[in-house]
């Protein structure tokens, strides 16, 4: 029996269907029952934004982009008070501001302590600076839904 031609890349390539998710894969698992890939008034996507959070879902190696994404969604939550006129589809959808968020996935099994330091490097960004962040470490071989993953909040003393 001849192997499709999918196997042999796994196998060249040292892959396995878990490494084989993409962000949007991640998008659909993590953000269920929020408001996911919502286009900002200024062309950029936010991943999804919860009752709390503007969330941007990343693999834990982009860790410094996730959080400047994640901050800039924030933000354009902030924005509808000053614009709901200018901006009103983003007005009716997110009343309220939300805090920044980022759910960091990372799918090297043989580096997990590379994803350990990319998850550390952003708390530590954000305890140096005081932005209230909130970290979601995420195992997609082991956490199926958001609820499933290690919840970080920073700085720790800006959350009631």
Known sequence: MKPSPIAVLFVLFGLNPAHALTEADLVDRYCAGMIKEFYNPDGTRTDCISATHAIEVEFSNKWAEAIGQALHYALWTTEFGKNSEAFPRWHYQVRTPRKPGIIFACTEDRRLEMCAN?????????????????????NPDEDMTLGDCLRLDYPEEAYP
């Open 118 to 138: 990319h998850v550390v490097r952003a708390k530590r960004i954000a305890e140096e600076y005081r932005i209230p962040l909130t970290i979601w470490d995420c």
